[in-house]
T-cell receptor, first 112, second 115 residues
Framework: AQSVTQLDSQVPVFEEAPVELRCNYS??????LFWYVQYPNQGLQLLLK????STLVESINGFEAEFNKSQTSFHLRKPSVHISDTAEYFC??????????WGAGTKLIIKP | NAGVTQTPKFQVLKTGQSMTLQCAQD?????MYWYRQDPGMGLRLIYY???????DKGEVPNGYNVSRLNKREFSLRLESAAPSQTSVYFC??????????????FGDGTRLSIL
């Protein structure tokens, strides 16, 4: 069965510092990968996705993620975080039955 | 454009009571989903409806039933609530489960406590 592992349950980082949220997935024939963000007391929103093509994908608010097939990873990065990035971030992979398999989430905590 | 609307937003039940969580989407999506979210466990799929007229079990269906009332609406019913069902419930929709990388759109959740 496919699975997704988010290695850190919480990541504290100072404002304006860089951050990396790690995600590893079990291998599959074809891979669709997603990062979703959940702000406090809200539902999840799509942040970015990898379907095919360029291994580096970007979001409109400065996040990027790189698909690494050999390491089965899809880590999320931002060069400089802002207080407004405080949220929980979820990595997901589309399974062979078309369902999404979700990681447990990583809480990004921005320290002023 | 409301997207996915869930009602109620909060609910407290006693053990053994029943209730129905409502979900409606206005994006003409074919597929709809019910998840529960518990701390440290991410999202777990309860039931889904790939298209109008079909429903299937997800990862954790026990204790729940669903109805795909029409293309817009997908309800989740707890017949006899148990404390283990205390959770935040999310409804989501997507264009289609097999439509490539189309994202799921989520409601704001229902926070359910079972005493």
């Amino acid at each position: 069965a496919q699975s997704v592992t988010q290695l850190d349950s919480q990541v504290p980082v100072f404002e304006e510092a860089p951050v990396e949220l790690r995600c590893n997935y079990s291998s599959s024939v074809s891979v669709y990968l997603f990062w979703y963000v959940q702000y406090p007391n809200q539902g999840l929103q799509l942040l970015l996705k990898y379907l095919s093509g360029s291994t580096l994908v970007e979001s409109i608010n400065g996040f990027e993620a790189e698909f690494n097939k050999s390491q089965t990873s899809f880590h999320l990065r931002k060069p400089s975080v802002h207080i407004s990035d405080t949220a929980e971030y979820f990595c997901a992979v589309r399974a062979s039955n078309y369902q999404l398999i979700w990681g447990a989430g990583t809480k990004l905590i921005i320290k002023p | 454009n409301a997207g996915v609307t869930q009602t109620p937003k909060f609910q407290v039940l006693k053990t053994g009571q029943s209730m129905t969580l409502q979900c409606a989407q206005d994006m003409n999506h074919n597929s709809m989903y019910w998840y529960r979210q518990d701390p440290g466990m991410g999202l777990r799929l309860i039931y889904y409806s790939a298209s109008e007229g079909t429903t299937d079990k997800g990862e954790v269906p026990n204790g729940y039933n669903v109805s795909r009332l029409n293309k817009r609406e997908f309800s989740l019913r707890l017949e006899s609530a148990a404390p283990s069902q205390t959770s935040v419930y999310f409804c989501a929709s997507s264009e289609g489960m097999d439509s490539g990388g189309q994202p799921q759109h989520f409601g704001d959740g229902t926070r359910l406590s079972i005493l």
